[in-house]
């Protein structure tokens, strides 16, 4: 799988925090089977490495599968090592961007302003997560393009079934998914994840609209 390409292609990264093990997977198999092609396990979260470990050797033909809030080197490194393909941070740390490429590894680094959005591209971030979203807006990242439209955005935060496709189509690459798509706070039940899936269906709906 070619971890880049199949975020941009489908343009949505579901982000699972809070959960334990056992539940992360259920939660990406109901993701999966609701057309989310990424994922992303927050460290975080209780037995996080054990959660991309478990998702990667069961679902890791078919799902990308990232570890999100890395805040510093050694924590990529051992998301990484669980297997990890891709590493995402809520703010700029060039040792991370430096050891999430020296494995081979996508690189989303965080940032809010222009210069620091451009300092994570040329840092070496593949996709800059633009967080938090919800204080910017779908212009925003409109408003970014104008002078940077070579930079891949990924915002994060507040995004919801009413403003995706916006994002989308004033330029995203991807948007991250929060509790709007997984809302960890719910028992993990049958029904839950029955309804996970058709949540994730309707998000993956609105981003089709746009094209």
């Known amino acids: 799988m070619d971890v880049l390409s199949t975020i941009k292609q489908e343009k949505m990264i579901a982000i ?3 959960s334990r ?6 939660i990406s198999k109901a993701l999966y089977k609701g057309g989310v092609r990424a994922i992303e396990i927050t ?11 478990k998702v990667r050797s069961e679902l890791g033909d078919d799902l990308a599968v990232g570890a999100g809030t890395v805040l510093d080197p050694e ?8 297997g990890a393909q891709f590493i995402l941070s809520p703010s700029l740390n060039t040792e991370t961007i430096k050891m999430t490429k020296r494995y081979g590894a996508v690189s989303i680094p965080g940032a809010f302003t222009p210069t620091e959005i451009l300092q994570a591209y ?3 971030g593949d996709i800059i997560k633009v967080f938090p979203a919800s204080s910017l807006g779908p212009d925003y990242v409109k408003d970014v393009h104008g002078p940077l439209p070579q ?9 919801d ?17 929060g509790s709007s798509l997984v809302n960890t706070k719910e028992s993990v039940t049958e029904a839950y994840l029955e ?9 993956k709906a609105k981003v089709e609209s746009v094209h």
Do not use: C, H, M
């Open 195 to 203: 309804k996970l899936t058709e949540t994730a269906r309707q998000f």
């Open 21 to 26: 093990p056992g539940d992360a997977l259920a």
């Open 151 to 159: 930079i891949p955005l990924l915002p994060t935060g507040g995004i």
């Open 75 to 82: 924590s990529a490194r051992s998301a990484l090592l669980a």
């Open 43 to 53: 460290l975080n979260s209780p037995g996080a490495l054990t959660s991309i470990e």
């Open 16 to 18: 699972i925090r809070g």
């Open 122 to 124: 040329e840092e070496g």
């Open 161 to 177: 079934l009413n403003n995706i496709a916006d994002y989308i189509a004033k330029g995203a690459a991807g948007v991250g998914l």
